[in-house]
């Protein structure tokens, strides 16, 4: 009963470097989501997919780059990473977009960016 | 737009009670609520529907405002394990497939 997985848990890397974040869900959801959470901020979505091969940008997708080349799978990649990307990110899904459909979030990376 | 919580944090004591507000601007389909210990992943803890009754889970329930576009999650007789800080998710007219989450209300709960 895994849900949501989130690879890698931690991460440092140095500015420039790049890297990609992978989120599986094994619940068969069609929607999946990218968040960064800051201090103070709440939750931001970066990205989201409502399904296999499709991607969408949401509030904060500026330096972030992702695919859903399989349902199960939403990858978040960082081209040339940014001090300012220092931050959790959680991924999340769920089966539709219906109002009544809660999120499942995974249990982040925490990411940080010398 | 991100809806406005309130308050930013809350200290109790066991077995006193708190409520937490959530409003929004726009009109919304649903609103959503989370709870988050430091350190995890946003836990779910109930959806409240446009249209729909007020939820209840264990000694928490919440409540939606349609004309004022505001939610309120109710602690009652709150207990250690209510700690951590609860988020409002809204769905509203034009982000429909996109959960907008508050900044989020501390809650600490002390014995």
């Not at chain 1, 931050?87 to 925490?110: E, L």
């Not at chain 2, 649903?30 to 992943?41: C, D, I, L, M, P």
Request: glycine letters at 10%; aromatic letters at 10%.
């Amino acid at each position: 009963n895994a849900g949501v997985t989130q690879t890698p848990k931690f991460r440092v890397l140095k500015t420039g470097q790049s890297m990609t974040l992978l989120c599986a869900q094994d619940m068969n959801h069609e929607y999946m989501y990218w968040y960064r959470q800051d201090p103070g901020m709440g939750l931001r979505l970066i990205h989201y997919s409502v399904g296999e091969g499709t991607t969408a940008k949401g509030e904060v997708p500026d330096g972030y780059n992702v695919s859903r080349l399989k349902k199960q799978n939403f990858l978040l990649g960082l081209e040339s990473a940014a001090p300012s990307q220092t931050s959790v990110y959680f991924c999340a899904s769920t089966r539709t977009a219906y109002s009544n459909q809660p999120q499942h979030f995974g249990d982040g990376t925490r990411l940080s960016i010398l | 737009q991100q809806p406005v919580q309130s308050p930013q944090a809350v200290i109790l004591r066991e077995g006193e009670d708190a409520v937490i507000n959530c409003s929004s601007s726009k009109a919304l389909y649903s609103v959503h609520w989370y709870r988050q210990k430091h350190g995890e992943a946003p836990v779910f803890l109930m959806i409240l529907l446009k249209g729909g009754e007020q939820k209840g889970h264990e000694k928490i329930s919440a409540s939606f405002n349609e004309k004022k576009q505001q939610s309120s999650l109710y602690l009652t007789a709150s207990q250690l394990s209510y700690s951590g800080t609860y988020f409002c998710g809204t769905l509203s007219s034009g982000s429909a497939r996109q959960l907008t989450f508050g900044s989020g209300t501390q809650l600490t709960v002390l014995p």
